[in-house]
């Protein structure tokens, strides 16, 4: 059997808050899809997922980390 040769993307990805959000809204709309009825744990995941990411861009716009216009840099 041939060994995976997937190697890890270590380059930084820039997002703002606005694409944060983004991201946020379309984990909420894939959990809530009926696309994942039969695996309710993934739906579960989804949601709780995009709620998780939207506490912690209010946290961070909260102290000034953040905001729409500043990117925030992320490794991939």
Known sequence: ???STNTPNHR???LTAGD????ADRLAARG????FQG?????????T???TIRRLVKML????MISNVES????D
């Open 20 to 23: 944060i959000g983004s991201l």
């Open 61 to 64: 716009e909260s102290i000034n």
């Open 32 to 35: 809530a899809s009926l696309i």
């Open 49 to 51: 997922a995009s709620r």
């Open 12 to 14: 930084p990805m820039a």
């Open 1 to 3: 059997m041939a060994e």
């Open 39 to 47: 695996s309710p744990e993934v739906a579960r995941d989804m949601a």
């Open 72 to 75: 925030v840099h992320l490794i």
